[in-house]
């Protein structure tokens, strides 16, 4: 991140912006930004547009809590960045990039996870910027947004489900024991079918990781549950491959692909808008 530097010597009053600020705060992005020749720099509208050979630039018309520091650098916040890359990631994309940076965790094992941004204040900050010219996307990238997810292999996923129509999966649901005390967090659950998804990632390759794995399958499995395990194999595969994983899960579950009831007594298909608290 040294290489951004000099650039900002020579063109003062400028921030780091777009996905050249998302690289700072190591917010996830598909594979063609993640290693940009080019580096974003914006300054606040009125004034010009910074203009380098290898620099991309902006004028912005910039809000209180816009701008921040990070690596004692300045660069647009984790608010504005995200709502800034709204312009240049797919939909899907922006709710990868906003599930990472809201995703706060308290589990019975490991370190807690604190978000980037909270998500209710990300919400009032959208509600403050109602000019942007990408501002209803990601208001409706915002609400597809769910608190606790750990990968975007794991939102990948979660989207295809719910665009499916299958029961609904909530993220890093908690397993519990017939107290209610959580034995196991898996990383999306379907209470009503009893059926989890983990999705392993290379560290789980390392032989400590993979003594973990087997005793939380052996658990998953005493406690009643089904679980499905992806990989990066099966996410490449595509969606209907995974829908139709999941779909024979459920259904050796009993699902048997009609809607079901919600805990208030409404018939859905699933509950894209409701979302699992920590």
Not at 32 to 43: A, D, K, M, T, V
Not at 53 to 76: E, F, N, Q, Y
Not at 148 to 156: L, Q
Not at 218 to 228: D, H, P, V
Request: include cysteine.
């Amino acid at each position: 991140m040294g290489r951004y530097q000099p650039y900002l010597d020579v063109t003062p009053g400028s921030w780091i912006s777009h996905t050249s600020a998302a690289q700072l705060f190591a917010i996830p992005l598909p594979p063609w930004f993640s290693n940009e020749p080019i580096i974003h720099l914006s300054r606040a509208f009125p004034d010009a547009r910074p203009q380098r050979k290898d620099v991309v630039g902006h004028s912005l018309k910039m809000i209180s809590g816009d701008t921040t520091s990070r690596k004692g650098m300045p660069t647009t916040s984790v608010f504005r960045t995200w709502l800034d890359l709204a312009g240049m990631l797919t939909f899907d994309d922006l709710i990868v990039a906003g599930d990472f940076i809201v995703s706060e965790h308290r589990r019975s094992f490991g370190p807690e996870r604190t978000p980037l941004v909270p998500y209710s204040e990300l919400a009032r900050y959208l509600r403050r910027q109602s000019g942007h010219r990408w501002i209803r996307k990601a208001r409706g990238a915002y609400e597809e947004l769910r608190v606790g997810v750990d990968s975007p292999p794991e939102t990948m996923v979660r989207l295809v489900l719910q665009r499916a129509g299958l029961p609904e999966f909530l993220v890093n649901y908690p397993i519990g024991d017939l107290n209610g005390i959580p034995q196991v967090w898996t990383d999306l659950g379907c209470r009503g079918f009893r059926t989890c998804i983990e999705y392993d990632g290379l560290h789980h390759l390392t032989p400590e990781q993979q003594a973990r794995d087997a005793n939380r399958d052996q658990m998953t499995a005493e406690l009643g549950w089904k679980q499905i395990k992806l990989n990066k194999l099966d996410v490449s595969a595509g969606s209907e491959w995974i829908e139709q994983k999941i779909t024979r899960a459920l259904r050796r579950q009993g699902w048997t692909g009609h809607p079901i009831p919600s805990p208030n007594g409404e018939i859905r298909w699933d509950a894209r808008r409701r979302r699992h608290q920590t």
